[in-house]
């Protein structure tokens, strides 16, 4: 751990701990990082982490103050799948039923299980809290300088969620109940034998290795994959800064578990995900021969991966195009060329 004066006092293992920020006074050397950040107490102060403190209840009860009786969805799992929501054994399916519930449903329930030693389990995530508990967080709680995160809510009791990558930087505060996270940097994809791209339990591909008991007779290459694990164990009031594209494994260690996070993009919001140029490529490039891949290779490594300036310095500018400089009114073209294309 260091404290803002750069004090050493303590570790976690990979990952570097931070004591005493202001969270209204973010650096930008933290939300900018390019490794996980644990920042032990940055939300401490929280309405909602004070309640949580006193127990579960108490935490329940303070939501209440702030529900609008909005419906959400909630994923509703058996006893048996021991809270992952994952897959079923044949992936053609899911742990889980989402359901559409009322926040009261929810917290009525939550509270319900609270003593259950194998309940079932039941667990809400990426919700917009303004949609359902506005004014549960101070807008101005936490200070992202010229960042216009969205912020939502995640909560439930003992969960098992998937690795998984995620494009926006996320910072993820828990504010009840603890959270176990095992992070693994983006080159691990290898390693951490990822499902379906397309068929998903909440819209991002996920690893099919059951991390708090992994099958290393079925993942062989798993084991690699936890010689680079990095793990933290969070608790109310606590968060960790979770960079673009690092896979991370979820675990909601008690009976009642909530945490907000801020996840924002450092690209422009014209800019849509990578992930539709890989489905692209899938389409258009993955089973050419292997001749032509390699060719393709190369003409991506010349306009994306190693583009600079010389790349279209020999066209003139206003006839650059999708070669030019990129922004709101190429990106409004370039998306409608490829509709055009795609629809044929």
């Not at 290795?209 to 680079?228: G, I, N």
């Amino acid at each position: 751990m260091r404290t803002p004066e750069s004090v050493a006092i303590d570790s976690v293992p990979g990952i570097e701990e931070i004591a005493g920020l202001d969270p209204r006074a973010l650096p930008d050397a933290v939300l900018a990082s390019r490794e996980p950040l644990l920042l032990r107490g940055l939300v401490a102060d929280w309405p909602l982490v004070q309640a949580a403190r006193q127990g579960s209840r108490a935490a329940i009860e303070h939501l209440r103050g702030f529900d609008t009786g909005l419906p959400v969805t909630a994923l509703v799992a058996p006893a048996e799948a021991g809270g992952r929501m994952s897959y079923n054994a044949t992936l053609d399916g899911f742990t889980f039923v989402p359901q559409r519930q009322r926040m009261t449903t929810v917290l009525d329930a939550l509270e319900a299980y609270i003593d259950d030693p194998t309940p079932p389990g039941l667990y809400v995530g990426s919700t917009a809290i303004e949609a359902c508990l506005p004014g549960l967080v101070d807008a101005d709680a936490l200070a992202m300088g010229d960042r216009d995160p969205l912020v939502s809510l995640w909560l439930g009791n003992r969960s098992r969620i998937p690795a998984h990558q995620d494009v926006p930087d996320n910072l993820a505060c828990v504010v009840a109940g603890r959270r176990r996270f095992t992070l693994f940097p983006p080159d691990q994809l290898p390693n951490l034998y990822i499902g379906p791209l397309d068929f998903t339990p909440a819209g991002q591909p996920v690893s099919l290795v059951d991390m708090s008991a992994p099958d290393l007779d079925s993942f062989p290459r798993y084991a690699e994959a936890q010689r680079h694990a990095r793990v933290a164990e969070l608790g109310p009031g606590d968060a960790l800064f979770v960079p673009s594209m690092w896979w991370h494994h979820v675990e909601g260690l008690d009976a009642f578990n909530m945490l907000v996070n801020y996840w924002w993009r450092r690209s422009p919001g014209y800019m849509d995900t990578p992930m539709i140029a890989l489905m692209t490529a899938i389409l258009c490039m993955r089973d050419l021969p292997a001749h032509e891949r390699a060719i393709w290779r190369d003409v991506f490594r010349h306009y994306i991966f190693e583009h600079d300036d010389v790349v279209a310095a020999h066209i003139p500018e206003g006839a650059r195009r999708a070669l030019g400089p990129l922004d709101a009114d190429v990106a409004r073209m370039l998306r409608a060329s490829l509709l055009k294309r795609l629809n044929r």
